[in-house]
């Protein structure tokens, strides 16, 4: 509706072999990756696909016990440990990574009750030759 030019989204079933294409600067991943059973695949393709010097941001929910959905069917993880899916990154080759809280989520659980979840935020790059590149960060 908007004419935007320069955003082209992709609709894919991985697990069907679709295979993501092109070259983007910025690839984003927003409350996708607990539904996705093989993250390692997933982030391998999007490392593909990212241009040199472009990144990577995903939105995703901290641990929680499952209660982020009533139902589990489609759900493979339980939010990330920071550290975790950190090296995954790395493993997929992004370096310059970092991560802060992007939010809190309230919503309704079973029962009745309020619960709070957390939602991070992971940014990592690739880097300006495509190469993996690594940087070591002290917080």
Do not use: W
């Amino acid at each position: 509706d908007q004419n935007l030019t320069n955003l082209r989204l992709q609709h894919l079933d991985l697990e069907k072999g679709d295979v993501l294409e092109g070259s983007y600067d910025l690839v984003v991943c927003s409350m996708t990756l607990h539904h996705v059973k093989e993250t390692g695949h997933l982030l391998a393709q999007f490392f593909k696909v990212t241009a040199p010097g472009g990144y990577l941001c995903i939105a995703d929910l901290d641990p929680d016990d499952g209660q982020f959905h009533g139902d589990n069917d489609t759900v493979f993880h339980h939010g990330f440990i920071r550290a975790a899916l950190r090296r995954a990154l790395e493993d997929a080759g992004y370096g310059e990574i970092h991560d802060r809280t992007a939010a809190t989520i309230t919503k309704p659980i079973e029962g009745g009750e309020t619960r709070q979840f957390g939602v991070l935020l992971m940014i990592g790059r690739k880097g300006d030759s495509g190469a993996t590149q690594h940087m070591i960060r002290h917080d």
